[in-house]
């Protein structure tokens, strides 16, 4: 299984260190052929990645802070036992996860909110995930025992102090993995930029990578024959740069974050 998932990893990065006729020829296996950085200059030689980078940060950044509170806020009162209506409420969110209005009526939402071509167009629409707010809530069911509730109510805790104070730092794995779903969505997104954005400058990463290989073999059909095959050459090999490139960020975080997943922090939290 190792193999499968880090083989064509390996290719990848490979073919974007290689030569452009190294890769069009088929020559590259697993170790680059003919060392060349020509395609990542190529890439982050155009100021609109650097601008893509920028805006995908962003948008990763403050749609996870965003995505996490909310889910944080809307899994925990459905968690307690005490709070009323709290059934319905989840039968409401599981319909919505189901069922939903569709492109155009979510389109007429966000125009008529005065969220088109503005970055709130991709924070809030999609903000809370209904599978996630599934998971946090049943973590927050079956991992916080009643015990420390009852021991905090009864030092003169509020429910935000419980929360802040107790649920949240006992809930570091669930955190955990909010974080890297919501990271990795909001990283990789690029439908909603296409529908709801038409400033170039506030594109993120995945339109920006999209919109230069595009660009790049339409110039193909523009340029004599010896030009085409380099085009065409070059476009080959800049496709695995740029997956690098557009990797990279969510391959640095998942490491420190992984070691999250399978930690027993509620371990001798009660005792008795």
């Known amino acids: 299984?190792?193999?499968?998932?880090?083989?064509?990893?390996?290719?990848?990065?490979?073919?974007?260190?290689?030569?452009?006729?190294?890769?069009?020829?088929?020559?590259?296996?697993f170790w680059p052929v003919e060392f060349s950085l020509h395609a990542y200059k190529v890439a982050l030689s155009n100021p609109q990645v650097l601008r893509g980078y920028y805006n995908s940060l962003i948008y990763a950044v403050a749609g996870t802070l965003i995505s996490v509170t909310l889910?944080?806020?809307?899994?925990y009162p459905l968690s307690r036992k005490t709070f009323f209506g709290r059934n319905v409420l989840m039968t409401v969110l599981?319909?919505?996860?189901?069922?939903?209005?569709?492109l155009i009526p979510t389109y007429m939402v966000v125009q008529d909110l005065g969220l088109l071509n503005t970055r709130w167009a991709?924070?809030?629409?999609?903000?809370?995930?209904?599978?996630?707010?599934?998971?946090?809530r049943t973590f927050f069911a079956h991992s916080i025992p009643d015990?420390?509730?009852?021991?905090?109510?009864?030092?003169?805790?509020?429910?935000?102090r419980f929360l802040r104070s107790v649920v949240l730092p006992l809930s570091k794995p669930l955190l955990a993995v909010?974080?890297?779903?919501?990271?990795?969505?909001?990283?990789?997104?690029?439908?909603?930029?296409?529908?709801y954005l038409k400033d170039p400058d506030l594109y993120p990463l995945q339109i920006v990578l999209r919109n230069m290989l595009i660009l790049n073999q339409r110039n193909v059909g523009a340029t004599d024959v010896a030009q085409q095959l380099q085009q065409q050459q070059l476009a080959n090999v800049l496709k695995y740069a740029l997956i690098v490139v557009s990797s990279l960020p969510v391959l640095i975080i998942y490491p420190f974050i992984a070691r999250h997943f399978t930690k027993g922090v509620l371990v001798g939290a009660v005792k008795g």
């Open 1 to 29: 299984m190792l193999a499968l998932v880090l083989l064509p990893l390996i290719y990848i990065v490979a073919s974007s260190f290689s030569s452009a006729t190294a890769v069009s020829a088929g020559r590259v296996k």
């Open 71 to 75: 889910t944080v806020a809307i899994a």
């Open 94 to 102: 599981i319909f919505t996860m189901l069922f939903s209005g569709g």
């Open 122 to 136: 991709l924070l809030i629409p999609n903000a809370i995930g209904v599978w996630q707010v599934i998971i946090a």
């Open 147 to 160: 015990e420390l509730y009852e021991a905090a109510t009864l030092d003169g805790a509020s429910e935000l």
């Open 178 to 195: 909010l974080v890297l779903m919501y990271t990795i969505y909001q990283w990789n997104t690029y439908f909603d930029a296409l529908v």
